[in-house]
């Protein structure tokens, strides 16, 4: 019997793939925990431990990448403690519990990232041959396609095909999603056990308009690596405004998504209404998460700007 035959599993599934600790708190802390609130079964999938991340505060210098895998052990407790704080009782990391036939973990490393002479983020010469980014692509998707078939969830949340900002690991996780979708697809529609025909896909997403906004607001500060957005050379999570067609509004959860941001503390330092990774630059915490919806139709009540509310508007199975 299928965990989405049985009486006692919620009617409403989400699952959310992200390449990192921290990826998911900072683009869906509020959904995660307003749908947790409303009875929703939330499952998380991370695709890698966050070996490469780069540490922030000085006291937890000695976790450093360079120094084997002690950061990667170190952020599954602060993954761990991020998503109690949101109330996420299902999470797992991408390939966890299985084995190739070889006899090795299917499990997946932070590639890391660096910047080519272009300036475009690329994948470092020296990644390791388990970088997730490096992974053939149906090893990943195969997992995560028994995952969809397993859970049956009406929603998936990940990123689009520039993986936000174009790091490899985020672009490789929407590449794995979307091959997972096909592979579940395929199954249902041939009648398969494990097959699963997923209602609406999301897209992490930022309306282009909000971005200009707050650019503009730094005209003052012209040296703010934010201030050149007022113009243009924005990352691929920064959608046009018709594009981006879901908000969901959870100022109701802020606390909880701010708590969990302090769980990541290797990552994210948290200084009152504003945020900042390690390249040590303010970010607003932001009670509103926007989607861009990719596949399903958009559904229900619609907020001022015209986009739907709720990610499960229209899922009826």
Known sequence: MTPASRSDVPSRRLLLVHAHPDDETINNGVTMARYVSEGAQVTLVTCTRGEQGEVIPPGLAHLAADRDDTLGSHRVG???????????TDHRFLGEGAVRADGTSLAYRDSGMTYGADGVITLPDDARPDAFARADLDEPAAWLAEVIGQLRPQVVVTYEPGGGYGHPDHVQA??????????????AAAGEPGGWQVSKVYWCAIPEGLVRRMAAELADEPEHPFARWAEGGMPSMVMADDLV?????????????????????TQINVDGPFFALSNGIDQPLAAREFYRLAQ?????ERDGDGRETDLFAGCTD
């Open 78 to 88: 602060e993954l761990a403690a991020a998503m109690k704080e949101l109330g996420v």
């Open 245 to 265: 067609t879901t908000s969901v509004e959870g100022s109701a959860y802020l606390d909880r998504k701010t708590a969990a941001l302090r769980a990541h503390a």
């Open 174 to 187: 929407y590449r794995v999603t979307v091959r997972a979708l096909e592979l579940a697809a395929a199954r």
């Open 296 to 300: 399903g139709a958009a559904a229900g």
